[in-house]
């Protein structure tokens, strides 16, 4: 028991931000949410997230990690760091 009345049982899941910054990065690179739930665990249980569970508690990183993985409608390539491949004379190298 939880020690409170009408609570019983486990805490609810509260991710932390390493888990919503995963979620964001792997939702923008396209990667399906059944394969995210199997990366997210839940401490308590340290077993995978179910699909549902990942969508109630990470609504706002799949929606904007969906938004952000698109440029000019095709998905990024996270193997390819645009701000590292900065031509010469923007990286003030004249």
């Given at each position: 028991?939880?020690?409170?009345?009408?609570?019983?049982?486990?805490?609810a899941?509260?991710?932390?931000?390493?888990?919503?910054?995963?979620?964001?990065?792997?939702?923008?690179?396209?990667?399906?949410?059944?394969?995210?739930?199997?990366?997210?665990?839940?401490?308590?249980?340290?077993?995978?997230?179910?699909?549902?569970?990942?969508?109630?508690?990470?609504?706002?990183?799949?929606?904007?990690?969906?938004?952000?993985?698109?440029?000019?409608?095709?998905p990024?390539?996270?193997?390819?760091?645009?701000?590292?491949?900065?031509?010469?004379?923007?990286?003030?190298?004249?």
């Open positions: 028991m939880s020690g409170v009345a009408g609570r019983s049982g486990r805490k899941f509260v991710p932390n931000p390493a888990q919503r910054n995963m979620v964001r990065k792997l939702t923008g690179w396209g990667i399906p949410q059944q394969h995210i739930c199997r990366v997210v665990t839940n401490p308590q249980t340290a077993k995978p997230l179910d699909p549902k569970s990942l969508r109630k508690h990470f609504a706002l990183e799949i929606g904007t990690g969906a938004g952000r993985g698109q440029c000019h409608g095709r990024l390539d996270p193997r390819h760091d645009t701000r590292m491949a900065a031509p010469a004379w923007h990286r003030g190298h004249y």
